[in-house]
């Protein structure tokens, strides 16, 4: 199983970013999937997820601005995120809940400017 997380960059503060993870191994379809982020210093912390049934579920400083979703034709979820905040700065990795060890990814890098 390869869960693979891109479309990190650098962006000014209130700048957008679309991240994709496209997966191998594995159908996100009958999983719920997951954007985490471990900004330095700090623990991972479950950003968003969606599940089977398309239900989605976001961590408060996010609502409102970030936007899970999933494309079943190409086995890929996606984070849309919209006016980003310095905060938001993070290394950001895709994977199941519960979450596995062995799916964890290099993750993409987001860092947002001030």
């Known amino acids: 199983v390869q869960l693979q997380a891109s479309g990190g960059g650098l962006v000014q503060a209130g700048g957008s970013l679309r991240l994709s993870c496209a997966a191998s191994?594995?159908?996100?379809?009958?999983?719920?999937v997951g954007w985490y982020r471990q900004a330095p210093g700090k623990q991972r912390e479950l950003v968003a997820r969606?599940?089977?049934?398309?239900?989605?579920n976001y961590m408060d400083s996010v609502k409102g601005r970030f936007t899970i979703s999933r494309d079943d034709d190409k086995n890929t979820v996606y984070l849309q995120m919209n006016n980003l905040k310095p905060e938001d700065t993070a290394v950001y990795y895709c994977?199941?809940?519960?979450?596995?060890?062995?799916?964890w990814g290099q993750g993409t890098l987001v860092t947002v400017s001030s």
């Open positions: 994977n199941v809940l519960p979450m596995i060890s062995d799916y």
């Open positions: 191994g594995i159908l996100l379809r009958i999983n719920t």
């Open positions: 969606v599940s089977a049934d398309f239900t989605t």
